[in-house]
């Protein structure tokens, strides 16, 4: 049994542990000596709240944080994300004890794509590659044959022979996105992030009517319709990275809220 596992076991039913704290405690001192005590370090993914974004070591995107933990000789990582980052964090460090402060931080689209069923639905196409993007769960990942992440999702579906069918699990919209890049025909399996589901057409172009000196930055997560509005589409580091290259002073972002506490920092001067 894992150490994720054993320690799932040992949570009551609701999933978190009932500690009183005192009131008068001064909670970023009280953690700043906790991770000294036990030499541990604190990630938070960008999507976190500003608060917690504030106290950790590292912030970014899931895979990133997990190899920038690995390099580290802390004994603890604590993860401040989904299930599957904590998943991810452990692969890559497994002499470290990795935690989750919220053992039930779900992700949409890892749920989308239970693994017994992919299971089923990759044996109807034996010949094909499967490719899973990293929202993924780590039962998920045992049924890949190649990992990606947004960023290098083009590169990875380029380099695999024209001869070979493709599947590619779970984001049917980064899937979409892919094809339109590449010219694949790829076989895609029908899951979405809830967050990236919700963004409406007629709330951005009212944005846009409002704005219209801004530029529309979206997740490759998003809806196709969105995408084909946007301006810039980039993982969550390369939304960040173009707000700060960019000499426009407005931008209408469309992925997880958390990222716009970034993106101030860096460029205090720019409207998001």
Not at 69 to 74: F, H, R, Y
Not at 93 to 98: R, T
Not at 185 to 195: A, I, R, S
Request: glycine content about 4%; overall charge negative.
């Amino acid at each position: 049994m894992t150490e994720l596992a054993l320690a799932q076991q040992a949570l009551p039913q609701n999933g978190f542990l009932d500690i009183e704290v005192d009131p008068t405690l001064d909670l970023v001192e009280e953690i700043s000596r906790l991770k000294r005590e036990k030499n541990a370090i604190i990630l938070a993914h960008y999507y976190q709240e500003a608060e917690i974004q504030d106290i950790a070591d590292y912030i970014g995107d899931s895979l990133g944080l997990s190899q920038q933990a690995a390099e580290t000789d802390a004994d603890i990582i604590v993860f401040a994300g989904v299930h599957f980052m904590a998943e991810t964090a452990k692969m890559l460090s497994p002499e470290k004890k990795v935690l989750l402060p919220d053992f039930k931080a779900g992700c949409s689209l890892a749920d989308s794509c239970p693994p017994h069923l992919f299971r089923k639905f990759k044996e109807r196409y034996p010949d094909h590659v499967v490719v899973s993007y990293i929202n993924c769960t780590a039962e998920l990942k045992t049924l890949t044959d190649i990992c990606c992440t947004s960023s290098n999702a083009v590169h990875v579906i380029n380099s695999i022979p024209k001869d070979r069918g493709i599947i590619f699990a779970p984001d049917r919209n980064l899937g979409h996105y892919l094809i339109k890049k590449t010219g694949r025909d790829l076989v895609l399996w029908n899951g979405t992030c809830m967050v990236h589901e919700i963004f409406s057409h007629e709330k951005i172009t009212k944005l846009q009517l409002r704005h219209p000196e801004a530029k529309f930055l979206a997740h490759p997560e998003c809806e196709p319709h969105l995408l084909e509005m946007a301006d810039y589409i980039g993982s969550t580091s390369g939304l960040l990275r173009y707000t700060q290259e960019n000499p426009a002073t407005e931008f209408i972002v469309a992925t997880e809220s958390g990222i716009l506490h970034q993106m101030m920092k860096a460029s205090p001067h720019k409207t998001f």
